[in-house]
């Protein structure tokens, strides 16, 4: 069973905006964290925004404050990271991720759950 499914990659030159969303299946748990990662060809995994399943004020990555955007619908279990002013240093495999835990926060990035990951490619 799939748990978690991304959309919306795609190639966009630098500028543009994408809209990447992600199905999630649902979860025995009330209340959880979910966040969108990325990771670019020779570089580690990295958080780019984070958000509680239940609301309340998202975390983001310095690289993307202020351009990205992350929204959780409950109702519909879909994960959304609305990017703007796309940069070509942006490009990676961007992944959504959930985990039940937490503690501490979401803005981390040892989720227990994560999708297939969909491409996206910012041209200069």
């Known amino acids: 069973q799939v748990q978690l499914q991304e959309s919306g990659g795609g190639s966009v030159q630098a500028g543009g905006s994408l809209r990447l969303s992600c199905a999630a299946s649902s979860y025995h748990y009330d209340s959880y964290c979910m966040g969108w990662f990325r990771q670019a060809p020779g570089k580690e995994r990295e958080g780019v925004a984070w958000i509680y399943s239940l609301g309340g004020n998202p975390w983001y990555a310095d690289s993307v404050k202020g351009r990205f955007t992350i929204s959780f619908d409950n109702a519909k279990n879909t994960l959304d990271l609305q990017m703007k002013s796309l940069k070509p240093e942006d490009t990676a495999m961007y992944y959504c991720?959930?985990?039940?835990?937490?503690?501490?926060?979401?803005?981390?990035?040892?989720?227990?759950?994560w999708g297939q990951g969909t491409q996206v490619t910012v041209s200069s």
């Open positions: 991720a959930r985990d039940p835990s937490i503690r501490g926060g979401c803005a981390r990035n040892d989720y227990r759950t």
